[in-house]
């Protein structure tokens, strides 16, 4: 199963990292729609995609609008948008309101409160578990018979969510700051580094892809790495447009 990482950074894209995105091109599965969602129509390999959001932050959200015209061409044929109810009411009623942009991608809205898992493509399911950040967000988690990813982002590790993605094989973690700015994290309900690692440790997840640092910081290691592989070896910091086959 391939995993491509469209958008890596938190806030504001750089000349590096665009902001959060991540896809799974054969099975139309988008997660969050930063400012490399405009990347998306060259990688996905299906014609209709499931885009699930963690909150309605501007910089997971704003590529929503980067897909009108591949679905006006019928190079999309249906977009599903899935998210909690004060994620979607937030995104129509702000990113796609008229006076924002012109014309409503006719997306079908699915709220995710109400359920607590959503099958997915290849036999799949998703789970989901509320997250502590300004605003809300969610966690999210995939299972496969034989593989499952979790993708950590917009909260303060390590959070109440560690048996949520015990286990995984792949953890995807936002890391906006090393951990010299810890104060910074509480204050801005964002994770630093040693926590990061260390919950990855004690959910015995297989390996750990770091993302949504700091883009204030585009250099080759905004966070720390060598502290973070003596508590959790099998880490990376995951760049735009990686590819991975998990």
């Not at 006076?99 to 079908?108: A, G, N, S």
Request: hydrophobic residues 40%.
């Amino acid at each position: 199963m391939r995993l491509i990482f469209l958008g890596t950074g938190g806030y504001h894209p750089n000349e590096r990292r665009h902001t959060a995105s991540l896809l799974l091109p054969e099975l139309g599965i988008a997660l969050d729609a930063g400012t490399g969602f405009f990347r998306l129509p060259a990688h996905l390999k299906t014609s209709t995609l499931d885009v699930f959001l963690t909150h309605a932050h501007l910089d997971h959200v704003c590529g929503l609008t980067f897909i009108l015209v591949p679905m006006l061409r019928g190079e999309i044929s249906r977009v599903r948008v899935f998210g909690l109810h004060t994620t979607l009411e937030a995104v129509k009623t702000h990113l796609l309101a008229n006076e924002m942009f012109p014309v409503l991608p006719d997306f079908e809205w699915v709220e995710l409160d109400t359920v607590s898992e959503v099958p997915v493509a290849d036999g799949g399911h998703l789970l989901w578990t509320p997250l502590v950040h300004p605003g809300g967000s969610a966690g999210f988690r995939i299972d496969w018979h034989d593989r499952s990813i979790a993708y950590i982002t917009d909260t303060t590790a390590p959070g109440d969510y560690c048996e949520f993605i015990r286990g995984v094989d792949l953890l995807i973690h936002e890391c906006y700051f090393p951990d010299e700015l810890n104060d910074w994290a509480q204050k801005t309900g964002h994770s630093c580094a040693t926590p990061v690692a260390l919950l990855a440790k004690q959910a015995n997840v297989r390996e750990l892809f770091l993302i949504h640092v700091d883009p204030q910081r585009p250099d080759d290691d905004p966070v720390g790495l060598p502290a973070i592989r003596e508590i959790f070896p099998n880490t990376h910091l995951a760049e735009d447009l990686l590819e991975i086959e998990f």
